[in-house]
């Protein structure tokens, strides 16, 4: 059934709407997959903060190349956007993952801070840790010194301490 005008003007504004609303849009081939793998992708993707899309390759080819990025060979056979909401790597690292139980699903490439992602660049980004433990790495590498500086002030103190205890209990006994 084909498109109407309007119709193709929706799923334009759409596409733009995602590349300027995400982090990272994730370039997916999808051939092969059934409905409830599909369904179970969808539900993986909005527990980590995504959306899982299918999109028509010429409307989609046509708003970056608008932008400015160069698609390649990205829009060729079936193609479906993970929109990564949230967290970049996490839409990455959820299509990597499903792609072990499901060899049909495969990363294409993808588009991040306006540029254009290769596949093994998608791959590289999907093992970076989740956001949450890279601020938690980077707050103990912030929290290190104050720490460590605290100690440092404190242990003439707690050694004094011990001293006199030791020095107490001796004479007690």
């Known amino acids: 059934m084909a498109l109407t005008k309007e119709r193709k003007e929706e799923l334009v504004a759409q596409y733009e709407a995602w590349m300027k609303e995400s982090k990272a849009l994730i370039l997916a081939e999808y051939t092969g997959l059934t409905m409830p793998q599909m369904d179970e992708l969808r539900a993986k993707a909005r527990e980590n903060g995504a959306e899982f899309h299918v999109v028509k390759n010429r409307l989609a080819k046509m708003v970056f190349e608008a932008a400015g990025l160069d698609t390649k060979d990205l829009f060729t056979g079936s193609t479906a956007f993970g929109v990564g909401f949230e967290d970049a790597p996490g839409i990455a690292k959820t299509i990597k993952d499903l792609n072990k139980d499901m060899p049909a699903l495969q990363i294409k490439g993808g588009f991040m801070d ?25 707050l103990g590498v912030i929290n290190a010194p104050a720490s460590k ?13 011990q001293v006199i205890k030791a020095h107490a209990d001796a004479a007690a006994a």
């Not at 306006?114 to 790495?137: C, F, H, K, S």
């Not at 500086?149 to 301490?161: F, K, N, Y």
């Open 149 to 161: 500086l605290v100690r440092t002030i404190a242990e003439p103190g707690r050694s004094l301490a």
């Open 114 to 138: 306006n540029r254009v992602l290769t596949a093994d660049q998608v791959i590289a980004l999907a093992e970076l840790p989740p956001l949450p433990v890279v601020r938690g790495q980077l």
